[in-house]
């Protein structure tokens, strides 16, 4: 017999799946420097095997925030409520289908932003836990570096030039990771600085500060003044610069700084003149005891910078003259009369004056001059045959008003000069 079937059948129904799975992430930074602009990415994707219709995209933000925009779509932000408005994005997703947005705005100084997305569909869905997404973004602080610097607008040659740079925070926040840099004219010498440590590359004008504070808390300053040489001439420019790890926000105080110095010499000259000559060892002209004698003191300024105060003294004689003030190149003459005296007589003109920085420059030079008794040309106190040679040689000759030659004062040397001169001669026949 033939007990069993020698057939058999099964069936399987097949059905198809019209269920969606609308889903969206958000991808907030964890941090975010004050001021800075944070960029949020937000995703629409569906997972589904079926199309999702009749979906709908959320966004919600942090009220009160400002710099909003997104890429993507047509945002708009309610800042009262939060609520962000988005049109432009396909109302159906079909399957596997992603839309993508970046949503944007400026980190508040401190606090945290939550940026929430959700996605809805008319479809029914395959799983609904996955239709909502939040990122929150914590701000990290806002500081604001600057720096000065305030060099002196003019310095002598040759003379210590003293700058003081300041490093600050003006910012809310405490500034981390904060670098100096200094950088000034190649080729100086005597480039030193106090308040810091600081190493000068004289080939690049780089100056490498050490010693001062990595970070800087609100109201926080770092002092420090350079030092240099001033050169002969030119200028030098100091620059300054600090750079912080931590947001700056609007940044509103500058992060680097210069300032220049321009160098000049200052100097001054005076030549004094006894009756027109200048004299500077002794003895000078000879000239009448009693007669009067005129002495000008013609001052130069030497230097390349205007000099103000400018006064003119004789030791002797005292105050001469105050100029006032001299460019440079210019000159000035100043004129005081006096009485001879008897023998050898020795003045010393003196010119001050000062420079731009109010530092005293000044010049002297001596004069002199003989002061004999009439006809004794030779000044040995002795009026003889020798003075009267001396006066016949020099007939024709004019000088200057109270030369011993000049028996007669009509300063020209005559006949008549020295037939005057014969009355006087200490001895008879103006013997030796």
């Given at each position: 017999t033939n007990s069993a079937p020698d057939t058999a059948s099964d069936s399987t129904t097949i059905t198809s799946d019209t269920t969606a799975d609308v889903t969206t992430t958000v991808a907030a930074p964890p941090t975010a420097n004050g001021g800075s602009t944070v960029n949020v990415p937000v995703t629409f994707t569906n997972n589904g095997a079926a199309p999702a219709t009749g979906v709908t995209y959320t966004v919600t933000l942090t009220t009160g925030l400002s710099g909003f925009s997104c890429t993507g779509a047509t945002c708009s932000y309610d800042s009262g409520s939060g609520v962000v408005t988005i049109t432009g994005l396909p109302a159906s997703l079909s399957s596997g289908q992603t839309e993508s947005i970046i949503i944007s705005y400026?980190?508040?100084?401190?606090?945290?932003?939550?940026?929430?997305?959700?996605?809805?569909?008319?479809?029914?869905?395959?799983?609904?836990?996955?239709?909502?997404?939040?990122?929150?973004?914590?701000?990290?602080?806002?500081?604001?570096?600057?720096?000065?610097?305030?060099?002196?607008?003019?310095?002598?040659?040759?003379?210590?030039?003293?700058?003081?740079?300041?490093?600050?925070?003006?910012?809310?926040?405490?500034?981390?990771?904060?670098?100096?840099?200094?950088?000034?004219?190649?080729?100086?010498?005597?480039?030193?600085?106090?308040?810091?440590?600081?190493?000068?590359n004289s080939g690049t004008g780089a100056v490498t500060i050490t010693g001062l504070?990595?970070?800087?808390?609100?109201?926080?300053?770092?002092?420090?003044?350079?030092?240099?040489?001033?050169?002969?001439?030119?200028?030098?420019?100091?620059?300054?610069?600090?750079?912080?790890?931590?947001?700056?926000?609007?940044?509103?105080?500058?992060?680097?700084?210069?300032?220049?110095?321009?160098?000049?010499?200052?100097?001054?000259?005076?030549?004094?003149?006894?009756?027109?000559?200048?004299?500077?060892?002794?003895?000078?002209?000879?000239?009448?005891?009693?007669?009067?004698?005129?002495?000008?003191?013609?001052?130069?300024?030497?230097?390349?910078?205007?000099?103000?105060?400018?006064?003119?003294?004789?030791?002797?004689?005292?105050?001469?003259?105050?100029?006032?003030?001299?460019?440079?190149?210019?000159?000035?003459?100043?004129?005081?009369?006096?009485?001879?005296?008897?023998?050898?007589?020795?003045?010393?003109?003196?010119?001050?004056?000062?420079?731009?920085?109010?530092?005293?420059?000044?010049a002297s030079n001596l004069d002199h001059y003989l002061g004999v008794a009439l006809c004794d040309v030779n000044g040995d106190t002795k009026i003889n045959s020798s003075d009267i040679t001396l006066i016949l040689v020099a007939r024709g000759l004019s000088v200057q008003l109270g030369d011993p030659r000049d028996y007669n004062r009509d300063r020209i040397i005559t006949i008549n000069d020295s037939n005057g001169c014969k009355l006087l001669c200490t001895k008879p026949g103006c013997a030796l």
């Open positions: 400026t980190a508040p100084a401190s606090g945290s932003v939550t940026v929430n997305s959700t996605i809805a569909t008319t479809t029914t869905e395959s799983n609904y836990s996955n239709n909502n997404a939040s990122g929150t973004t914590n701000m990290a602080g806002v500081a604001d570096v600057t720096t000065t610097v305030i060099a002196p607008a003019t310095a002598n040659a040759g003379s210590t030039v003293n700058v003081p740079i300041t490093f600050s925070n003006n910012g809310p926040d405490t500034a981390a990771g904060v670098t100096y840099s200094v950088t000034l004219l190649s080729g100086l010498s005597g480039v030193s600085c106090t308040g810091a440590t600081c190493s000068y504070s990595g970070s800087l808390t609100s109201g926080q300053s770092e002092n420090i003044t350079l030092s240099y040489t001033a050169p002969a001439s030119g200028s030098v420019t100091v620059t300054s610069n600090i750079a912080t790890t931590t947001g700056q926000g609007a940044n509103a105080a500058p992060d680097s700084a210069s300032d220049s110095t321009t160098f000049y010499v200052a100097s001054i000259g005076i030549t004094v003149r006894t009756n027109g000559t200048n004299n500077d060892v002794i003895t000078g002209p000879k000239i009448t005891i009693g007669s009067t004698v005129t002495w000008s003191y013609a001052v130069v300024n030497t230097g390349n910078v205007t000099l103000t105060d400018v006064a003119v003294t004789d030791n002797i004689v005292g105050a001469i003259c105050t100029i006032g003030s001299l460019a440079p190149g210019a000159t000035a003459t100043c004129t005081k009369t006096g009485t001879v005296i008897a023998g050898q007589y020795e003045n010393n003109g003196t010119v001050t004056g000062k420079d731009p920085l109010n530092n005293i420059v000044s």
